[in-house]
C-alpha cells in the first residue's frame, strides 16, 4: 500500500511538473509572437524611412539639375554680355574714326542710336544675370536644406517634414494599393472628386462599402460625369466635404494613411501605420470628415 501511495505521489509530482513547463512555454509563445510584432513594425518603420530618404535624394537630384541648367544659362549670357561689350567698343571705336574724318552728322547721329540700342540689349541682360544668380542662390540654399534634412532623418527617427516634398500623385498611388486589399469596409478623404479617377474604384470588389468624403462641383460637366459613374455602384457611398485639406483612407480599420496639405505644393505631412493603437486614436480624425460632410441632394 505504501508503494501505491509513493508511486501515486511521484506521478503527481511529475505532472505538477510538467503543467509547470507548459505554462513556461505558453509564457515563451507569447513573447515570441510580441517579438515577431515588434520586429514587423520596425521593418515598416524601416521601409518608410527609406522611402523618405529616397524622395528626398530625388529632389536633390532635381535640384542639383536645375542648378545645372541655370549654370549653363548663366555662362551664354554672360558670352551675349561680353559680345555686347566688344560690340559696344568697335562701334565706339568706329564714332571716334567718324569724329576724326568728319563725316557728315547723319551718319554719326545712326551709330548713336545704334549704340543705344545696344547698351539697351546689354541693360537687359545684365538684370536677366541679376536674376538668374538669385535663382541661383536659392536653388543653392534649397538644395542646402534638403541635404540637412537627409542628415538628420540619418541620425534620427523623427522626420522633420517641413520641407519634406512628397506629391500628391505618389500619395494616391499609395492610397491605390492600399485600397486594392480591402475586403469589408473603406473610408477615403480627398480633396477633390477628380482625384478619385486615380483610384479606380470600380476595380475594388462589390462586396467592399466604401464611404467617400470629397469636394464636387456639379457645374462642371467632369465632375458631373464623374459623380454619376460613382452613384450608380452600389457599394459606394459620397458625401460632399468642402475641406481641402487631407487624403485619407481606412482600410477595414487594419491599415491607415493620412497626407495632411502643407503650405508648398508638394508639401504633405504622411502617416501610414496598421499598429492598431495608432489606428484607433486616429479614427476621430478620420470619421469628422465623413460627420461634417453633407448628403447629396
Avoid at 511529475?14 to 507569447?30: A, C, G, N, P, Y
Avoid at 544659362?73 to 576724326?100: A, C, G, H, P, Y
Amino acid at each position: 500500500m505504501e508503494d501505491k501511495d509513493q508511486i501515486i505521489a511521484k506521478l503527481q509530482k511529475e505532472l505538477k511538473s510538467m503543467e509547470q513547463v507548459r505554462e513556461r512555454v505558453k509564457i515563451f509563445d507569447v513573447k515570441m509572437k510580441t517579438t515577431d510584432e515588434l520586429i514587423e513594425n520596425l521593418q515598416n518603420s524601416m521601409e518608410l524611412k527609406e522611402d523618405q530618404i529616397k524622395t528626398l535624394r530625388d529632389s536633390i537630384n532635381l535640384k542639383s539639375e536645375q542648378i545645372k541648367t541655370l549654370d549653363s544659362s548663366l555662362k551664354i549670357k554672360d558670352e551675349k554680355v561680353k559680345t555686347l561689350e566688344r560690340t559696344l567698343m568697335l562701334k565706339e571705336e568706329e564714332i571716334n574714326d567718324v569724329k576724326e574724318s568728319t563725316v557728315n552728322k547723319e551718319d554719326l547721329v545712326e551709330k548713336n542710336k545704334i549704340i543705344e540700342d545696344l547698351q539697351g540689349k546689354l541693360d537687359i541682360l545684365k538684370g536677366e544675370l541679376e536674376k538668374a544668380d538669385e535663382d541661383l542662390e536659392i536653388l543653392e540654399t534649397e538644395n542646402e536644406k534638403l541635404r540637412n534634412q537627409i542628415g538628420s532623418s540619418s541620425g534620427s527617427k523623427i522626420i522633420d517634414s517641413t520641407f519634406l516634398e512628397i506629391p500628391k500623385k505618389m500619395i494616391l498611388e499609395k492610397m491605390k494599393e492600399i485600397l486594392m486589399k480591402a475586403l469589408h469596409n473603406v473610408t477615403i478623404v480627398v480633396p477633390n472628386i477628380r482625384d478619385l479617377q486615380e483610384l479606380t474604384l470600380y476595380e475594388v470588389r462589390s462586396s467592399v462599402i466604401i464611404k467617400v468624403s470629397t469636394s464636387i462641383d456639379i457645374t462642371l460637366e467632369e465632375d458631373a460625369e464623374i459623380l454619376e459613374e460613382l452613384e450608380s455602384l452600389d457599394n459606394i457611398s459620397i458625401r460632399l466635404f468642402e475641406a481641402d485639406d487631407r487624403y485619407v483612407i481606412d482600410c477595414d480599420s487594419e491599415e491607415v494613411l493620412i497626407a495632411i496639405v502643407g503650405n508648398e505644393e508638394n508639401n504633405h505631412l504622411t502617416l501610414q501605420t496598421r499598429d492598431s493603437k495608432h489606428i484607433k486614436l486616429l479614427k476621430s480624425l478620420i470619421m469628422e470628415a465623413w460627420l461634417r460632410s453633407r448628403k447629396l441632394d
